[in-house]
């Protein structure tokens, strides 16, 4: 029963001779308090302040209290902590710990402008959605959208973090009548086709696309892009394009054999194909009848298409009969035959390609990037832009931060789950955000683990800084670059390798330049 002593609270089972009663009442009190480690990812790698430089602000400075780079900030690490919608940041816009990691220097909100914002230190969702929902030629005469996003440069960040980071096409459900939705026959749905591109974790491609388009439309462009830029770092890196048979297009295998590139990618079955490993098939079904266990016989040959090809290409084929049947499978490569023998290079290689298809799912399941709800194609591609940008702060936190503990090979929602989404009561004073995390957490030894691991690295501005050699007039700079110079100037940096005291000088250099690398573009 309700009495008055408890009025406003919600009274639950009893347990022994207590009640259980509880309120939303507790104060500043966060569900998120492991996003400091988002934080200090940050620090690190500059991804959001990088992605802030992609974007054009014409609103009026002497007339905002949210710069763009605390909202894209706001919107990333909303992403990263599981809240997929915009309504979401008008309770989350109290939460003083996720101002503290926006970076907000009041993080109670409580000096704002007006009486009736006090006490609500972020932006709103009426504030948010202007990001992805202004027009290209959007300028300060527009009333209220004036943030224009330059997409060219976001694409061309991706491959520029995955160069930081080391000194396939899906489908998307759509949601109502949106522009660039069609039904795509396979998939049996309205739905756009999103082409990704990823070497190892990395993320260099996220390109939505409409789906009454071939599935490697787009592709060779984005490549060309790509590995024109890692070419220009790299100049002898070998690189191996790996995909499935909707990327198995002449212009793309005739490009990758002129540019010295090798690929793997799938080849879709037909009457030629099959009628030359009949043999390999017939041994399989041997092997399966005498043992009762899915049996697999390889074997390679030459082949061109009657019409499309214009040479001839080493084809491997995967001669399965399983329980079902026979289970034939070709793949097309440029690989040496003598280097790469038919089984390990189809095994080993071209079904590593499933790990990109974990990359993708990451995206999708736990960074909501088939929340492309929007009315415009571009609207939506902004929105899987703040996706992609999630998950490389993610991929940026389990590479710098989880490496060598148990997390070390985890997904995003699992990260989330055991380092982000821990209780937390934080306490604001004139110098300090006290941020007790709770006792009883049982990622509290892994959580300091990967805290140690962050503090032992140095910024990625640094590392880029003395890599240039200490000269600033003999270096090819960027917006990226400019904007990121600027802030080691505000930060009292220099090109010369000054650091701040907290900084330590022992942190692990980068990889020498030279290294292999592998784009892989994956269809579902």
Same mark, same amino acid.
């Given at each position: 029963?309700?009495?008055?002593?408890?009025? $406003?609270?919600?009274?639950?089972?009893?347990? $022994?001779?207590?009640?259980?009663?509880?309120?939303?009442?507790?104060?500043?009190?966060?569900? &998120?308090?492991?996003?400091?480690?988002?934080?200090?990812?940050?620090?690190?790698?500059?991804?959001?302040?990088?992605?802030?430089?992609?974007?054009?602000?014409?609103?009026?400075?002497?007339?905002?209290?949210?710069?763009?780079?605390?909202?894209?900030?706001?919107?990333?690490?909303?992403?990263?902590?599981?809240?997929?919608?915009?309504? &979401?940041? &008008?309770?989350?816009?109290?939460?003083?710990?996720?101002?503290?990691?926006?970076?907000?220097?009041?993080?109670?909100?409580?000096?704002?402008?007006?009486?009736?914002?006090?006490?609500?230190?972020?932006?709103? !969702?009426?504030?948010?959605?202007?990001?992805?929902?202004?027009?290209?030629?959007?300028?300060? &005469?527009? /009333?209220?959208?004036?943030?224009?996003?330059?997409?060219?440069?976001?694409?061309?960040?991706?491959?520029?973090?995955?160069?930081?980071?080391?000194?396939?096409?899906?489908?998307?459900?759509?949601?109502?009548?949106?522009? $660039?939705?069609?039904?795509?026959?396979?998939?049996?749905?309205?739905?756009?086709?999103?082409?990704?591109?990823?070497?190892?974790?990395?993320?260099?491609?996220?390109?939505?696309?409409?789906?009454?388009?071939?599935?490697?439309?787009?592709?060779?462009?984005?490549?060309?892009?790509?590995?024109?830029?890692?070419?220009?770092?790299?100049?002898?890196?070998?690189?191996?394009?790996?995909?499935?048979?909707?990327?198995?297009?002449?212009?793309?295998?005739?490009?990758?054999?002129?540019?010295?590139?090798?690929?793997?990618?799938?080849?879709?079955?037909?009457?030629?194909?099959?009628?030359?490993?009949?043999?390999?098939?017939?041994?399989?079904?041997?092997?399966?009848?005498?043992?009762?266990?899915?049996?697999?016989?390889?074997?390679?040959?030459?082949?061109?298409?009657?019409?499309?090809?214009?040479?001839?290409?080493?084809?491997?084929?995967?001669?399965?009969?399983?329980?079902?049947?026979?289970?034939?499978?070709?793949?097309?490569?440029?690989?040496?035959?003598?280097?790469?023998?038919?089984?390990?290079?189809?095994?080993?290689?071209?079904?590593?390609?499933?790990?990109?298809?974990?990359?993708?799912?990451?995206?999708?399941?736990?960074?909501?990037?088939?929340?492309?709800?929007?009315?415009?194609?571009?609207?939506?591609?902004?929105?899987?832009?703040?996706?992609?940008?999630?998950?490389?702060?993610?991929?940026?936190?389990?590479?710098?931060?989880?490496?060598?503990?148990?997390?070390?090979?985890?997904?995003?929602?699992?990260?989330?789950? !055991?380092?982000?989404?821990?209780?937390?009561?934080?306490?604001?004073?004139?110098?300090?955000?006290?941020? /007790?995390?709770?006792?009883?957490?049982?990622?509290?030894?892994?959580?300091?683990?990967?805290?140690?691991?962050?503090?032992?690295?140095?910024?990625?501005?640094?590392?880029?800084?003395?890599?240039?050699?200490?000269?600033?007039?003999?270096?090819?700079?960027?917006?990226?670059?400019?904007?990121?110079?600027?802030?080691?100037?505000? #930060?009292?940096?220099?090109?010369?390798?000054?650091?701040?005291?907290?900084? #330590?000088?022992?942190?692990?250099?980068?990889?020498?330049?030279? #290294?292999?690398?592998?784009?892989?573009?994956?269809?579902?």
């Amino acid at each position: 029963m309700t009495t008055e002593c408890n009025a $406003g609270y919600l009274d639950f089972s009893i347990l $022994g001779s207590r009640q259980i009663l509880a309120s939303f009442d507790g104060g500043d009190i966060s569900s &998120d308090g492991g996003a400091l480690l988002l934080r200090q990812t940050e620090q690190l790698t500059a991804i959001i302040r990088q992605f802030a430089a992609c974007f054009t602000d014409h609103r009026d400075p002497e007339r905002i209290e949210h710069s763009l780079e605390d909202l894209l900030a706001q919107r990333v690490y909303g992403l990263a902590l599981g809240y997929e919608d915009l309504n &979401d940041h &008008d309770q989350l816009r109290h939460d003083p710990l996720l101002a503290a990691v926006v970076g907000k220097i009041d993080p109670q909100g409580r000096n704002r402008r007006r009486a009736r914002d006090q006490g609500q230190a972020l932006a709103g !969702k009426s504030t948010l959605n202007r990001l992805e929902l202004t027009p290209v030629g959007a300028n300060a &005469d527009h /009333r209220y959208k004036k943030i224009t996003c330059q997409t060219h440069a976001v694409e061309n960040l991706f491959v520029e973090l995955f160069l930081q980071a080391h000194e396939d096409a899906t489908d998307d459900p759509v949601h109502g009548h949106q522009l $660039g939705r069609f039904f795509h026959g396979y998939y049996r749905e309205y739905c756009f086709m999103p082409l990704y591109i990823f070497a190892g974790h990395h993320l260099l491609c996220a390109r939505l696309r409409p789906a009454d388009i071939d599935a490697s439309a787009g592709a060779l462009k984005q490549l060309q892009r790509i590995v024109g830029r890692l070419r220009q770092r790299w100049p002898e890196v070998p690189i191996l394009i790996r995909g499935d048979s909707g990327f198995c297009r002449e212009p793309i295998m005739a490009w990758c054999e002129a540019e010295g590139i090798d690929y793997l990618l799938g080849l879709a079955q037909n009457p030629r194909l099959l009628k030359q490993i009949t043999e390999p098939l017939k041994e399989a079904r041997h092997q399966y009848e005498a043992t009762r266990a899915p049996a697999r016989v390889f074997t390679e040959f030459g082949y061109q298409t009657l019409e499309t090809w214009s040479r001839e290409r080493r084809v491997i084929a995967k001669a399965e009969h399983l329980e079902k049947g026979a289970n034939p499978r070709f793949v097309v490569t440029s690989l040496d035959a003598q280097k790469h023998p038919a089984q390990e290079t189809y095994e080993t290689v071209y079904c590593g390609r499933g790990e990109m298809e974990n990359r993708i799912k990451e995206q999708q399941l736990h960074l909501f990037a088939d929340r492309t709800s929007a009315h415009t194609l571009r609207a939506n591609q902004i929105r899987l832009f703040f996706s992609a940008i999630a998950y490389t702060l993610l991929e940026a936190l389990r590479r710098l931060g989880l490496a060598g503990t148990a997390l070390q090979q985890t997904q995003c929602g699992t990260i989330r789950l !055991k380092l982000l989404k821990i209780g937390a009561l934080v306490q604001v004073t004139v110098r300090k955000v006290w941020v /007790r995390l709770a006792s009883s957490c049982p990622s509290a030894e892994a959580f300091r683990q990967v805290w140690a691991n962050l503090q032992r690295r140095r910024p990625v501005l640094l590392r880029s800084l003395r890599a240039a050699g200490g000269s600033e007039g003999g270096v090819r700079t960027t917006p990226v670059d400019q904007a990121n110079a600027g802030t080691a100037r505000r #930060r009292g940096l220099s090109r010369a390798g000054g650091e701040p005291s907290r900084l #330590r000088s022992d942190a692990p250099e980068p990889q020498a330049t030279r #290294r292999g690398s592998e784009t892989s573009s994956v269809m579902r």
